[in-house]
């Protein structure tokens, strides 16, 4: 079952006020990344709801822009396109024919934008597909803090 639900842009106010509340980050680095050069622009691609929304809030706190939120391939394809984001935090498996690789690897061909995987699944012939295309990385599901800060910091905005 594939619940389809918008995720509206985040608003400048709620990125500053997510950053400067942000109790997860003690030394600030939100703080001082809000309004940086260093800020991403971020589409995420994930077909489960909650998922997309924790994963959002983190993006957004950790200071970063998310561009959108996809739940198919080709919709995340249509976005990249139109959105040209720095990086594509990108499902595996998601609903209809295609999947996430096959995403990932349109998304770098068509128009340069490195993936980064984010999956619970780790079945052996997955993540060597996965990693056959070379992505900036692979995040295991639940996505923490930490791992996605330090995914992210590796970097640089377009």
């Known amino acids: 079952m594939t619940l ?3 995720i509206g842009q985040p608003e400048p106010s709620r990125l500053a006020s997510a950053a400067a509340n942000s109790s997860d980050d003690a ?11 260093e800020n991403l622009r971020v589409l995420i691609v994930e077909d489960e709801f ?3 929304l924790d994963v959002q809030e983190q993006v957004e706190t ?8 996809a739940v198919s391939a080709d919709e995340a394809t249509a976005m990249a396109a139109r959105e040209k ?19 990932a690897v349109e998304i770098r061909d068509h128009f340069g934008i490195q ?42 905005p377009t």
């Open 115 to 156: 993936s980064i995987f984010v999956t619970a699944n780790t079945d052996p012939a997955t993540l060597q597909r996965a990693h056959a295309i070379e992505p900036l990385g692979v995040l295991n599901k639940p996505v923490t803090h930490m791992s996605l800060r330090q995914h992210l910091s590796r970097i640089k």
């Open 85 to 103: 984001p720095d990086v594509v935090l990108m499902d595996i498996r998601l609903s209809g024919p295609r999947d996430g690789i096959d995403a």
């Open 62 to 69: 950790l200071g970063h822009e998310v561009v959108g939120v």
């Open 4 to 6: 389809l639900l918008a």
């Open 50 to 52: 909650f998922i997309a």
């Open 27 to 37: 030394d600030g680095e939100a703080n001082q990344r809000l309004g940086s050069p």
